[in-house]
């Protein structure tokens, strides 16, 4: 039988790398396929500006890990991300046509925070100066525009609803992305810092050990039920950042982040099915036990996170983890179904190219830790 990180190199490098550099080009138009119907053909009339984010994300991080064709893939998605994708302004749109056409111009801290993390890893990946000019300028739009009175960024503009976290939590991804590729630029050092701030004190609750989704303007939780909503996989994907934050700058989480993942594990994930679920509430009930692909890699990350800050260890999780999304979500044909019911019923028929982001990254932490854990 194949060990667990075998499996996991397999298909990663041996399937869906080779699909997604291939199929997952657009080469009559540029940039990347947006989404796949579950025949395998590209089905959606328009290009997130997000998804071409993780996309150049994902090759850029194969190319650095050696795999041959990131490069070119890479390269493809940034000239695209600049040439198609930046506003007059410094801002980036939300969303483009499928030939490259800006249709929504909106400013979105999501996209932004994607674009960010994109633009840190292909800086490490090709030692070019232009990935960090164009984040600097995408910082000053931030300072300029999206700072909230008491601490963090409006989610969007013009701000609607409340307040989130979410987008936060990939700022402070893509602060760290941006650190590790310019380790000196303290511009990028206090940004991950601030947001580490927002989170101690704004954003974690130390009683429950949980971040919620959604606050009022004083970054209080939102009142009812909508404030009382947790996601499993974004305490997973707190903690691993949080990690990370750690790794990056010496400044201790190890308490923070072994809370995010020991809620998330308790009441998040069935033990008998491996599955972490969409979403719980505060006090641990589960809310949906459905399941898309990503909290299940979330999960793995998390698991990794505390094993290296408080040496727990975590194959059990990882090979419960890695184990259904091999066997349940993830296709022989590089592609995945993208959620289950509670039943075990898939509920999506198409493929979102977003997925992968989580998905690589999740199994690149695997195949890391994977040596010392004999996977």
């Known amino acids: ?108 801290l999501y996209d932004i925070a994607f674009v960010l993390f994109a633009l840190g890893w292909y800086a490490r990946f090709s030692g070019e100066a232009e990935p960090l000019r164009l984040a600097h300028q995408t910082l000053d739009r931030l300072d300029a525009e999206f700072r909230l009175p008491g601490g963090g960024f409006a989610h969007e503009l013009p701000m609607t609803g409340p307040r989130l976290q979410n987008p936060h939590m990939h700022l402070l991804e893509a602060g760290l992305s941006l650190l590790e590729a310019a380790p000196g630029d303290e511009r990028f050092r206090t940004l991950t810092d601030e947001i580490a701030d927002l989170f101690d004190q704004r954003l974690y609750d130390r009683n429950s050990g949980t971040i919620a989704e959604y606050f009022d303007n004083d970054w209080r939780s939102a009142p009812g039920e909508l404030g009382r909503t947790v996601e499993p996989g974004h305490q997973f994907e707190w903690a691993w950042i949080l990690a990370n934050h750690q790794r990056l700058t010496g400044r201790d989480h190890a308490a923070t982040a072994t809370g995010l993942a020991g809620f998330a594990e308790a009441h998040g994930v069935d033990p008998s099915t491996q599955v972490t679920f969409d979403a719980v509430r505060d006090d641990g009930q589960p809310l949906d036990r459905g399941s898309r692909t990503w909290p299940n890699t979330e999960r793995i990350k998390g698991a990794i996170a505390i094993y290296e800050l408080a040496g727990r260890d975590p194959r059990a999780a990882l090979a419960g ?40 990254l999740a199994f690149s932490e695997l195949l890391r830790v994977a040596p010392a854990l004999r996977l």
């Open 321 to 360: 983890s890695a184990g259904l999304l091999l066997d349940r979500y993830l296709t022989p044909a590089g592609l995945w179904t993208d959620r289950f019911d509670e039943h075990g019923a898939p509920t999506i028929d198409t493929v979102p190219a977003s997925t992968l982001y989580h998905v690589f």
């Open 1 to 108: 039988m194949s060990s667990l990180s075998s499996r996991v190199r397999r298909w990663t490098f041996e399937v869906a790398m080779p699909f997604w550099a291939d199929r997952g080009l657009d080469r009559t138009n540029g940039g990347y396929v947006e989404m796949f119907d579950a025949a395998g053909a590209a089905s959606a009339p328009y290009k997130r500006t997000r998804v071409i984010g993780r996309q150049l994300y994902v090759f850029s991080h194969a190319a650095i890990q050696g795999w041959s064709g990131g490069a070119a893939a890479a390269e493809h998605g940034f000239r695209f991300l600049v040439d198609r994708a930046r506003l007059p302004n410094g801002g980036w749109a939300r969303r483009l046509s499928r030939s490259g056409q800006v249709i929504d111009a909106r400013a979105d």
